[in-house]
């Protein structure tokens, strides 16, 4: 863990939370859905968002960035419910069409109100509740000194085929997995950059997959940060599950 002398760049933590989630076939978005941890139910994104809040370490995130659709009911009762609308460390923008322009519509809020042309921003997926203090810890002292900034990420374990056809139906060949890595979250860099070279990808009509891709985009090397491969993303119905497990067997 850093020394109290280290000193940290001013960081954002942005969560979008626009999404409707439609793999998990549920009747309403995935970061709604219920879970029970230690005998206390809350929905996936309180479990993200409180675990956060409470991250601390002398590199506190600055402000949370909360990036939802407009006038999103749910999100508004739990807001109102557990007190988000009167935390000033909580800010609520309103999400785009797709994950890349809700994280624009955030980086653009920030950059509104935010002075300091070293400031960080680290985005991090709403459905990853599972996200260890130890990773963010790491991800900090690794990009403490590196402009290109960098990912949470796990190497690839497993065999890894490429599909045929368009709906990979069957095996075209194995792919070498020695230099594969399954990218998670959070990912973080300068604020300026970011927002530069997001708006760059997308007015190229570079499908922009995570904010590393459009930083890799305009030529930047972003670190690979070794992470945890229990900071899964619910993506699926047995994910909720298995978070609910993970979160239940830590101390």
């Known amino acids: 863990m850093p020394t109290p002398d280290q000193q940290y760049p001013q960081t954002w933590l942005v969560l979008p939370a626009a999404g409707v989630g439609s793999r998990m076939q549920a009747d309403r978005p995935k970061q709604y859905l219920e879970m029970t941890v230690k005998g206390i139910t809350k929905t996936v994104i309180e479990f993200t968002l409180d675990h956060l809040l409470s991250y601390q370490t002398n590199h506190i995130f600055h402000k949370v960035v909360v990036v939802v659709t407009k006038g999103d009911p749910y999100w508004q009762d739990i807001s109102r419910a557990r007190g988000y609308d009167k935390d000033e460390r909580i800010i609520v923008v309103d999400g785009g069409s797709e994950r890349c322009y809700s994280v624009l519509?955030?980086?653009?809020?920030?950059?509104?109100?935010?002075?300091?042309?070293?400031?960080?921003?680290?985005?991090?997926?709403?459905?990853?509740?599972?996200?260890?203090?130890d990773d963010l810890d790491n991800l900090f002292s690794t990009l403490k000194n590196y402009s290109d900034g960098g990912i949470l990420a796990t190497p690839a374990r497993d065999t890894m085929k490429r599909g045929a056809l368009s709906d990979g139906s069957y095996i075209d060949h194995t792919v070498d997995r020695d230099q594969l890595w399954h990218a998670l979250t959070p990912q973080m860099f300068p604020l300026e950059s970011l927002l530069k070279n997001l708006q760059l990808a997308l007015s190229e009509s570079f499908e922009v997959t995570d904010e590393a891709s459009a930083m890799e985009f305009s030529g930047a090397k972003p670190k690979l940060v070794s992470g945890r491969s229990d900071n899964l993303k619910i993506t699926r119905p047995e994910d909720l599950k298995l978070a609910e497990f993970y979160l239940n067997s830590t101390s």
Do not use: G, M, Q
């Open 105 to 133: 519509n955030a980086l653009l809020a920030i950059s509104a109100v935010e002075s300091s042309k070293d400031a960080w921003v680290a985005v991090h997926d709403v459905a990853r509740p599972c996200l260890s203090y």
